[in-house]
């Protein structure tokens, strides 16, 4: 035992020294939070509007002074008809027109959006912003109350999605690079004829990530908390509980590569192409999985991050008990039994 701790910390102390890979475990974390919380939104803010009216009665007076006092939209103009505002749409001087009815106040209804839908995400999020401010005017006929993201700040959805994806990028990808620049190198089997048994050679390894992830998911849940003020509504406990699960998943994932890989390039593009571009697109991290096609919800199914990243917004966002993220954790605790017994049968294989 006292060699295997001796192994850890001389891995450890290696790692230290690599200021390249400190920054790359530390840097790139930061930096997409900073990235992803800040400078890439889907917030609705400042949406330029044209109202078109025939007559500016009390009640349609009031929705107008409601959207312009809102944070979301800013009036640009108003116009007598809808044909106007198009034209400013068009000329790219306005991204939304609202077109009142002449009975607006006496029937409370009679109300069209005209809506630049260059881009239909963010075309239905500033409809739906316009519609949730009109009719929640006092005597609206509609009242809309948002559950756990009141102020519908994107930064909810980002943080728990950049954590799954940072936490199995830099784990996966870091433990197999480590691994097979021993057999690069040549060193490999100098650790493996060591005193050490050879599987405890290749745990020691990986057990100085599993320290530096779990250092990175604290930095990430601090960032998350004091500088993006997303909320950590669940038990912190569960959260590092499921998230340590979720980075011996990874680490599995970067033992396994590295029984395949034979050199740190094809080990790095492994990482990156068989795990970067799942967890982006079919994790549900950018794009919701139940808006894919059926075939590809099937196969997000396979993507673990897709697991991690649901219990986190539950866990995080929500508020939940650990029994509301069961399923959940159930499928990572098989996924990660499941590639890491792969990934020691295989070098058991390779060994013998």
Known sequence: MKQFISFVI?????????KRTMLILFG?????MLILGFAI???????????VTSQ????TQQAVERLSQSEYFTIVKAVATPQEAEHIIRNQKADMALVFAKDFASKKSGLQFIVDGSDPNMAQQW???AQSVITNMQGGVVNTKMLYNPQMK??????????GMILMLICAMMTSISIVKEKERGTMEVLLVSPIRPLMVIIAK???YLILAFAILIVILLMARYVLGVPLSGSLFWILAVSTLYILLALSLGLLISNIAKSQLVALLASALLLLMPVVMLSGMMFPVESMPTVLQWLSAIIPPKYYIEAMRKLMIMGVGIGEVMKEVTVLIAMT???????LVKFKTRLE
């Open 206 to 208: 990986a057990v100085p």
């Open 127 to 129: 409809t739906a912003y």
């Open 56 to 59: 500016m009665d009390h009640l």
């Open 28 to 32: 790139m974390p930061i930096a997409m």
């Open 337 to 343: 039994v499941f590639f890491l017994t792969i990934a």
């Open 154 to 163: 994107s930064a909810y959805n980002f943080v728990p999605a950049v954590m």
């Open 10 to 18: 001389k891995e450890g102390k290696h790692i230290l020294r690599d």
């Open 41 to 51: 939104t889907t917030d609705v803010k400042n949406v330029r509007t044209v109202v």
